[in-house]
């Protein structure tokens, strides 16, 4: 009999893009015969899949004729455009003219299996994937800007995406999610990335699509000696999403940074899942997510920190704070250390509240509306993880975009 | 004349308990009233009251406030028809700028008053004037309201407040509890400068000290609830002196 997971594979295009005989043999076996994950499943666990199992799937011609306005994030960016999951070079500003990158489109090598359903669906159907190598000392100036458009009814996306920050590099990804005329349509994005000794790599993620859309991306980081990584996951609007970040560090005296901020409403469904896995000693690891859940909308925040046995004089750092801005909005957290090493110093921690109503009284004492002491408030709570994101470009359009959809000001 | 405030047998309670018990006080422009009297008399409540603090549940009396009922208004709106609480215990707002609440709060209340909003320069130049004269660091003007300030800070904050705002009656809420002499001199230094003879204000204090600062034209004795006596600033010496007690036995001897 068929399985729900086979059913749904039937619905879509085995890959056309080059990829190892291996990885695909592995991504076969790992998928034939399996079911999607259950509640039952830990990783799972508030996170219900029914929907996409059940997606009507569609193949769509490509519509945009141009980058929508409201992709541009940071002007000064390359642009890499994507729509449905599939590379629109004749919308990509030519990235080969930028000295110390290298870019490869159709197909990348250097995976390694990832045993997970989205993982394995991914290099089975992908529907494209780029390699983008960051040369040995090179700084970037200016942000590569990967944006990620679904349009159409029902497109399934399933771009891959490897970046190679080579040794002393230092470079800055944007990645972000946009609809154009879209409904029911399913992301399932890897992105892939190597950051060699001495490299720093930034990605800063923006996932805003207003449709009835699905989302899951997976990162997967491997972090060397003395490299810096930052991932910035900031959700300002979408129907679905799932995030599942998973950094192995790997090198001595790697420094690791994870900030998220979200922002859901009505019955929004977010869940940002981070592992990030101590392999060595001498490293440090900060994260902190914080959300406003309004609405009937829900959340989850699952981060787990492994400190192995080798890896001593650790310091991990972990906080995720709520605000829940309505009686029917919820959230489940659980922040998760596992540490196996005995000279660490590690932290997590986890609040869940709603706004300080003296904070709020003493603003109206002021003169301040109820109203605009708590989109205060509210942006200040969400503002703690903004301030601290590099990229202006990326804290402005963060911040207009909340101002838009919800009236706060920053 | 008129009158700035004009409070007549206001009763309050809060749980079910009632705290003021018929309380009357009037404030007329240039004038400075100190309503003083022991724990529990009820004057923490009394500022609550007239703020708006939602908490309390008014059972009997009158509020008139230039012209207005001010039980009537909601806390913004009594903010905006210029009354002015300095908190006993301010409130820290993490990630809020004091300028930028601030600057809402300035035009929020030029927008109820049909006033124009005011330009970026001239704010600016107003926080500048205004933190100068309760000699605040113009730095903790941009910090976070009141995140990591000492106990004087907080409250030359709340003076730098109602500078920026200018209302036509501040209520200090026993502004000199845990201030050292220093920043008592400065707080009251500031009141001082921003007295008008349009203006008023409440200054609600359990010790003496604060009035050699700041001169009150009255001195009201709050005890159980009510104004059980009132004169000029010299029952302040007197109760300074005497301690509240000599006014308990007072009563109990008149009735």
């Known amino acids: 009999m068929n399985t729900k997971l ?75 455009v994507f729509e449905n999951g599939v590379y629109r070079k004749d919308l990509s500003d030519d990235i080969h003219q930028v000295s110390g990158i290298e870019f490869k489109e159709k197909g990348n090598s250097n995976f390694k299996f990832q ?103 997976n990162e997967r980081v491997d972090q060397a000696l003395n490299s810096c990584f930052t991932i910035n996951t900031l959700t300002l609007n979408g129907s679905w999403i799932r995030n599942n970040v998973r950094i192995n560090v790997k090198g001595q005296n790697a420094e690791t940074h994870l900030m998220g901020a979200y922002v859901t409403n009505e019955n929004q469904h977010l869940d940002n899942h981070t592992l990030i896995d101590h392999l060595a000693p001498n490293c440090q690891s900060n994260e902190l ?18 400190v192995r046995k080798d ?40 609040t869940t509240g709603q706004l300080d109503e003296d904070a709020v009284y003493y603003l109206r004492t002021r003169g301040l509306s109820e109203k605009s002491a708590r989109h205060l408030l509210v942006a200040a709570f969400i503002g703690d993880v903004l301030e601290k994101i590099e990229d202006e470009h990326v804290v402005k359009y963060a911040e207009n975009a909340l101002s838009k959809r919800y009236g706060w000001s920053f | 004349m008129k009158t700035l405030i004009n409070i007549k047998d206001l009763h309050a309670s ?23 009297g022991p724990n529990g008399a009820g004057k923490s409540t009394l500022a609550s009251v007239l703020a708006g603090r939602e908490e309390y549940e008014i059972t009997e009396g009158t509020v008139d406030f230039d012209g207005k009922d001010l039980l009537e208004l909601s806390t913004e709106d009594r903010a905006r028809e210029g009354l002015f609480l300095a908190f006993q215990y301010p409130v820290e707002i993490p990630g809020v700028s004091n300028v930028n609440f601030l600057r809402t709060a300035l035009n929020e209340i ?48 709340e003076i730098f407040q109602m500078a920026m705002l200018q209302p036509k009656l501040a209520i200090l809420d026993e502004t000199d509890s845990g201030l050292d002499i220093d920043a008592l001199r400065i707080v ?36 159980d609830g009510k104004i059980v006596k009132s004169g000029s600033k010299e029952l302040a010496l007197e109760l300074e002196e005497k301690g509240y007690d000599w006014i308990k036995e007072e009563l109990e001897k008149a009735h």
């Open chain 1, 6 to 80: 086979d059913q749904f594979r039937s619905k879509l295009t085995p890959s056309k893009v080059k990829i190892d005989q291996t990885l695909l043999d592995q991504a076969d076996a790992y998928l034939n015969g399996r079911e999607f994950p259950t509640r039952r499943d830990e990783f799972w666990k508030y996170t219900r899949l029914t929907k996409i199992s059940n997606l009507e799937v569609n193949v769509n011609a490509s519509i945009i004729q141009s980058v929508p306005e409201e992709a541009i994030i940071n002007p000064n960016a390359q642009k890499i």
């Open chain 1, 115 to 217: 045993e997970d359903v989205f993982y394995a669906l991914n290099y089975k159907y992908s529907t494209d994937a780029i390699t983008i190598d960051i040369e040995s000392k090179t700084i970037l100036k200016d942000p590569i800007h990967l944006i990620m458009i679904s349009t159409g009814q029902g497109s399934v996306s399933m771009p891959r995406i490897a970046i190679n920050a080579a040794k002393f590099s230092e470079s800055e990804f944007i990645v972000s999610t946009h609809d154009v005329n879209s409904q029911n349509c399913l992301s399932n994005v890897v992105i892939e990335a190597d950051v060699h000794e001495n490299a720093k790599l930034t990605i800063n993620k923006i996932q805003n699509e207003k449709s009835s859309n699905f989302s899951v991306f």
């Open chain 1, 289 to 306: 997510y914080k959300g406003v859940l309004d609405g009937k909308s829900t959340g989850v925040f699952n981060g787990k920190v492994f």
């Open chain 1, 311 to 350: 890896a001593q004089k650790i310091n991990a750092f972990q906080s995720n704070g709520n605000v829940l801005l309505s009686d029917d909005a919820t959230i489940n957290s659980k922040p998760e250390l596992e540490i196996y090493a005995d000279d660490v110093k590690c932290s997590h921690g986890s």
């Open chain 2, 14 to 36: 809060i749980n079910g308990k009632e705290i003021l018990k018929g309380l009357n006080l009037e404030v007329k422009p240039g004038e400075i009233h100190a309503v003083m």
């Open chain 2, 110 to 157: 030029r927008e109820y008053n049909g006033q124009e909003q005011i330009s970026a320069k001239d704010f600016m130049a107003l926080v500048r004037e205004k933190s100068t004269l309760v000699e605040l660091d113009s730095k903790l003007a941009s910090r976070s309201v009141n995140e990591g300030f000492s106990g004087g800070e907080k409250k030359r904050n």
């Open chain 2, 188 to 223: 009251a230094n500031g009141v001082n400068k921003l007295k008008t003879p349009e203006n008023g204000a409440i200054v609600i204090t359990h010790y003496q000290r604060l009035l050699d600062y700041i001169v009150p034209d009255f001195v009201h004795v709050l005890y």
